[in-house]
DNA sequence: CAGTATCCATGCCGATACTG
DNA sequence: CAGTATCGGCATGGATACTG
């Protein structure tokens, strides 16, 4: 896809455009179950593993170590080894990790917003399907 | 998840949470492969159902139907049927749909603008995992 | 034109068990 | 403590054929 929604160039959009595109990959990693969750929780300090595995309830060991990496992958979090017994290892944002938040942050809000129009547009659709009107 | 990442309350994160705050579906649904790209040729202006699937190289019908309805459903977009031969239906973005487009390009627009450091970050993970550093 | 129906490959994600 | 390995269920999404 194009970068800015508001911005689209003419013409069909083609494969390349949004494979190649940086938003696509940012947005699909929005749209994963943990990453924000884990984001939202590292904004407030750095954690642990295991003390990130406690606070996030129903995450499970595998995923987060899943989407730990990719995090880390994209500069949005850090990972520190302190090599000592029992090993520890601090996850915290980086500047990148920081800023990102805040679209996503905004991107939350208009959610919270707009959740009762979110309501009564679903509402309305179960309404209209109901009866099989789709007019 | 919490509505406002900066906002967020001490103690655990529960399941609930996220299953009932509105913003864990919003970012799903921006983080769908279709989504953004539909909204956001919608966003110059209405269009019908094939003309979307030529419009959007790689998108299935299949996939395309899936993707309106969901949209619809949430009040983002608009679906009008005209009663003629052949029959027609404009798609088209409701208020609400251009309102959400605002924080979506604002996401589309940070992951532009800090392309480079998402790259530098990718490539610096690389290196580091080519020879199992880890450190 | 605007869909629906069916099948199938892939990937996300959870549960469980094991390791340094 | 901080992971990895393996398995399996379920959802996402593509290909193809058919319908009003």
Redesign the pocket.
């Known amino acids: 896809m194009s970068p800015a929604a508001t911005a689209l160039p003419p013409g069909p959009i083609t494969v390349d455009d949004h494979q190649n595109c940086p938003a696509t990959g940012v947005l699909r990693r929005v749209g994963?179950?943990?990453s924000v969750v884990i984001l939202s929780v590292l904004a407030r300090g750095a954690h642990?593993?295991?003390?990130l595995d406690r606070t996030v309830e129903?995450?499970?060991?595998?995923?987060l170590?899943r989407t730990?990496r990719g995090l880390e992958e994209e500069g949005l979090i850090s990972?520190t080894v302190h090599p000592s017994v029992?090993?520890?290892?601090?996850y915290a944002l980086t500047e990148l990790g920081r800023s990102f938040l805040e679209p996503v942050t905004a991107l939350g809000l208009w959610a919270v917003t707009h959740r009762p129009d979110l309501d009564a547009a679903r509402t309305h659709f179960d309404g209209a399907t109901r009866g099989d009107v789709r007019l």
Chains 1, 2 share one sequence.
């Open positions: 994963d179950k943990w642990g593993f295991n003390e129903g995450l499970s060991r595998r995923m170590t730990l990972r029992p090993p520890r290892v601090d």
